[in-house]
């Protein structure tokens, strides 16, 4: 019998049903004390079948609810000096320790035990400590990926249905919403119960980098889970109250015309395709005002503090107004005063000599989203430039990477406002898509009279830092296809852009290479230059082999540019010539990636390539021979892609040079047996001389291949094609260009004479032309 001491002690007997690993028959139990519950041995303690612990009854019963009435009680237990706990040995273990005082650390592969133990034993304490770990983890807003796994979010969702707790399925929905994109690809997704994923779709916190995206997982989690729902789920009304989340007004117009057959979607879809093509009609400058009286929560783009990236590309229903709104607190009333100063104003930003900046200090104050690095308003024609940069710079002060591809109203003024307005700006793509138009050769001789027509001395960029002008932090920038640009536009970007490590002006037929020059001696930092299609040629090579200077207080110079540079891509620049290619080769030893195709490439240059850490190399439509293509293949065993269509000499004994033909003691059949015997290949694009024994010899560097293309003097037959799945088994992509196709014994072929093909590849594209 127990003392009336408040000192007495009891006894706890647990019994471990999974031991660690039971002692002898005579060590199956032990007996420990909580007076020295500082330094139990908790991995010794689990050996022992049965535990036997002298604890305080004061101490339990002070901090324990079930030890207070059980001990304290009128319970028949409350006079035992023996009391048996049945539960997890390891779990109750930790809690005794956090009752007795000593440090716990809760983490996810305790929490759910340790709060369950809680629950039951009534620590207020410990539930205490679960809470606030609980909320660090599912509150915190540090970057990287989430810490809490999907299946161990659907654990405690249903723990805190099951034990009536509103604190965890609350936090649980919370926790999904900020990290939908994440959850989205995750393959437990389609495991998620409906009920967390209603409650995560309505949360204020949802945070999708687009409305299509939110679209695309929801359609993805109805296929996987119709068969399974209770019929009360599969109600029509709430198959479909789930998809009412979504904003219809901003999808994208060939994504919402795509679903129309969806048996889920059908119905909404066609509500998405008229309304964007009603909103398209509407005027930039009046498309809040001609909604009316509508509640406008439909046309926000779904931002939250946790918005990191925000895509809406091809969306031509997106105006300024659209915009303005989304970053408009949305508790602020749109009555018809406001929606009539928002018009306003919208109307001014098409005049830039009004003054619509005093118009704007009527207007609500913008919501300002600190986390928000990346935007894309790819092919938004309909979108202010000059108010959505403003907007930008008020509203995403961390703004990084900004995408604008496919829009032809950027102007010169819309990039330095985007310079000034958007310091933290690094990577930027303005590019368009004029492949069809580019000319095969480019010869501009100069777009900017003030420059020189000769330079053969690299400009010194001391003064960038001397003048007191403010300098971008633009590192990546991407202006392809701009036909626009000018000489003067280069002079700029090399002017206030020096940090520039990446430049793409393909297509950009109005520079002249005395433009591109001027950028590769300013901006000493690149290492990323893809030039094709344009005026490229002497002094832009001449720029690269120079050595760079230092500047500021720095003496002597840097490396030579060429030497630094990783990718480097001129094909069909024609201004460069054979000496100026070879002498560029060798000095280029740290190219990833290089692109020589349409050019005056020779079998020397190729030999003078000192370079080892080659991914990528396009020589198509040059006259190289395959001798030389071996030895580039064998000193760059990293090799991934490899193009080299067109190649006419590609087979033969020797290359041709300034007309004369050179021949090399590697026979051109070494080619395949190098490529097969060091590499492995992810991509691949050959033709003249390539067969179906060449795809024989190519097995080993194939195994991982995932496109193919086979051009004009080279042949893919049937046999060879009804081999490639399982020849090389990740395949995507199959290209074939001027291929005479003998499928079953006939020319003309049937497509579903490719049937038994294409099921087991991705996409098969048959070119007549080029």
């Not at 919403?177 to 967390?196: E, G, H, Y």
């Not at 929560?297 to 779904?302: A, K, P, S």
């Not at 591109?516 to 344009?534: G, K, P, Q």
């Not at 349409?598 to 040059?622: I, K, M, P, Q, R």
């Amino acid at each position: 019998m127990a003392s009336s001491s408040g000192d007495d002690f009891v006894i706890l007997v647990c019994t471990n049903l999974n031991p660690i690993e039971v002692e002898v028959e005579k060590d199956r139990e032990i007996l420990i004390s909580t007076d020295d519950i500082q330094s139990w041995d908790l991995v010794t303690i689990l050996r022992y079948q049965t535990v036997r612990i002298r604890a305080y009854r004061n101490r339990l019963t002070e901090q324990s609810s079930y030890f207070h009435g059980l001990l304290g009680g009128s319970f028949s237990e409350s006079s035992l000096d023996n009391i048996v706990v049945q539960w997890n040995l390891e779990t109750f273990l930790n809690i005794l320790q956090c009752i007795y005082g000593c440090p716990l650390n809760v983490a996810l592969n305790n929490f759910l035990p340790l709060f369950e133990g809680a629950l039951y034993f009534g620590v207020e304490m410990l539930l205490e400590k679960c809470r606030a770990w609980f909320s660090e983890v599912f509150l915190s807003k540090n970057s990287g990926p989430p810490q809490i796994q999907c299946d161990d979010l659907i654990h405690m969702w249903n723990f805190g249905l099951e034990n009536a707790n509103d604190f965890v399925p609350e936090l649980c929905a919370r926790y999904l919403a900020r990290n939908f994109m994440w959850a989205m690809s995750n393959r437990d997704f389609v495991n998620i119960p409906f009920n967390l994923l209603f409650e995560c779709v309505k949360h204020p916190c949802l945070t999708v980098d687009s409305e299509m995206h939110l679209s695309d997982a929801l359609l993805v989690w109805l296929d996987a889970n119709t068969e399974q729902m209770d019929c009360s789920i599969r109600t029509k009304e709430n198959l479909t109250g789930i998809l009412k989340e979504i904003r219809i007004s901003i999808l994208p117009l060939w994504f919402a015309a795509g679903k129309r057959r969806s048996c889920y979607f059908s119905k909404l879809a066609d509500e998405s395709v008229d309304s964007i093509l009603r909103l398209v009609k509407i005027p930039p400058t009046g498309s809040i005002n001609a909604l009316g009286d509508v509640d406008l929560n439909h046309l926000r783009i779904r931002l939250t503090e946790y918005s990191e990236k925000v895509d809406f590309s091809s969306r031509p229903q997106v105006t300024s107004a659209i915009l303005l709104l989304s970053v408009l607190h949305s508790s602020h009333s749109m009555d018809s005063t406001l929606r009539k100063i928002i018009k306003k104003y919208l109307i001014n930003l098409e005049h830039p000599d009004k003054d619509h900046w005093r118009i704007s200090e009527c207007l609500p104050p913008a919501l300002s989203f600190e986390a928000l690095q990346e935007v894309n308003i790819s092919k938004c024609h309909r979108l202010h430039l000059e108010y959505a940069i403003e907007c930008f710079s008020r509203s995403f002060p961390s703004l990084k990477i900004i995408k604008a591809a496919y829009l032809l109203n950027i102007k010169t003024t819309s990039f330095i406002k985007l310079v000034h307005k958007c310091p933290l700006v690094s990577e930027v793509d303005l590019s368009v898509d004029i492949s069809p138009i580019i000319p095969t050769q480019v010869s501009v001789l100069s777009s900017n009279p003030a420059l020189p027509l000769v330079s053969n001395k690299c400009w010194d960029v001391t003064s960038c830092y001397h003048s007191g002008t403010s300098l971008s932090n633009i590192t990546y920038l991407t202006i392809e296809g701009r036909t626009d640009i000018c000489d003067s536009d280069l002079e700029f970007i090399s002017k206030y852009c020096v940090s520039l490590g990446y430049l793409n002006i393909k297509g950009c037929i109005a520079v002249t290479d005395v433009g591109i020059s001027n950028v590769i001696c300013r901006c000493i930092e690149l290492h990323s230059i893809v030039v094709c299609d344009t005026s490229f040629g002497m002094n832009s090579i001449l720029a690269l082999c120079c050595a760079a200077p230092k500047f500021g207080n720095s003496t002597g110079h840097f490396g030579k540019r060429a030497s630094n540079l990783q990718k480097l891509h001129m094909g069909c620049c024609k201004g460069v010539d054979e000496t100026s290619l070879i002498e560029l080769m060798s000095q280029t030893a740290m190219l990833k990636s290089l692109c020589l195709s349409d050019t005056h490439l020779v079998d020397e240059a190729l030999y003078n390539f000192s370079g080892s850490s080659l991914e990528t190399l396009d020589v198509s439509n040059t006259m190289i021979s395959g001798a030389a293509l071996a030895h580039i293949i064998r000193g760059n065993s990293g090799l991934k892609h490899l193009h080299a269509r067109g190649c006419k000499y590609l087979f033969q004994q020797g290359s041709y040079i300034g007309g004369t033909e050179f021949s090399f003691s590697h026979p051109c059949k070494d080619l395949f047996f190098e490529l097969g015997r060091t590499c492995k290949l992810e991509g691949i694009a050959l033709g003249w001389g390539f067969s179906n024994f060449s795809l024989e010899a190519l097995k080993p560097a194939i195994i991982s291949l995932k496109s193919i293309a086979v051009g004009l003097g080279g042949t893919l037959g049937e046999d060879a094609l009804r081999l490639l799945p399982t020849t090389c088994p990740m395949l995507e992509l199959v290209i074939l260009h001027f291929q005479v196709l003998l499928i079953n014994k006939r020319y003309f072929v049937d497509p579903y004479d490719f049937e038994p093909i294409c099921k087991h590849i991705g996409r098969l594209f048959i070119a007549m032309g080029d």
